[in-house]
């Protein structure tokens, strides 16, 4: 598995920004998909945005498209997810997630297809 830390979570009102980091340790360009999730008291976790590292294209689920924006920087190997417009709906522990097999699969923001979990980082958007 793969080591993965997030941080920057935090408190914003409905319209802010925040910027997700994602720390992932070993894991550098192809080596596969990594994601982000999102996962609300009472609510199954969920797929938000997805890329295949070192690849061009990005996926994201549709409440999401034109606000969040996942990047990913190979050189300090670290995914980022730009949240721009949130909404208090959004509130939630966002967890940044690694698949470990660099095969390709086509429900690219279902959690079952990765296998490396960080912590999570707690959002909070206030209305």
């Known amino acids: 598995q793969v080591p993965l830390v997030e941080s920057g979570g935090g408190s914003v009102q409905a319209g802010g920004s925040l910027r997700l980091s994602c720390a992932a340790s070993?894991?550098?360009?192809?080596?596969?998909?990594m994601g982000w999730f999102r996962q609300a008291p009472g609510k199954e976790r969920e797929g938000v945005a997805a890329?295949?590292?070192?690849?061009?294209?990005?996926y994201y689920t549709d409440s999401v498209k034109c606000r969040f924006t996942i990047s990913e920087d190979n050189a300090k190997n670290t995914l980022y997810l730009q949240m721009d417009s949130l909404k208090p709906e959004e509130t939630a522990m966002y967890y940044c997630?690694?698949?470990?097999?660099?095969?390709?699969?086509?429900?690219?923001?279902?959690?079952?297809?990765?296998?490396?979990w960080g912590q999570g980082t707690q959002v909070t958007v206030s209305s």
């Open positions: 997630a690694a698949r470990t097999s660099k095969d390709w699969v086509t429900l690219r923001l279902s959690p079952v297809n990765y296998d490396s």
């Open positions: 070993g894991y550098t360009a192809s080596s596969g998909f």
């Open positions: 890329l295949y590292t070192g690849g061009s294209s990005t």
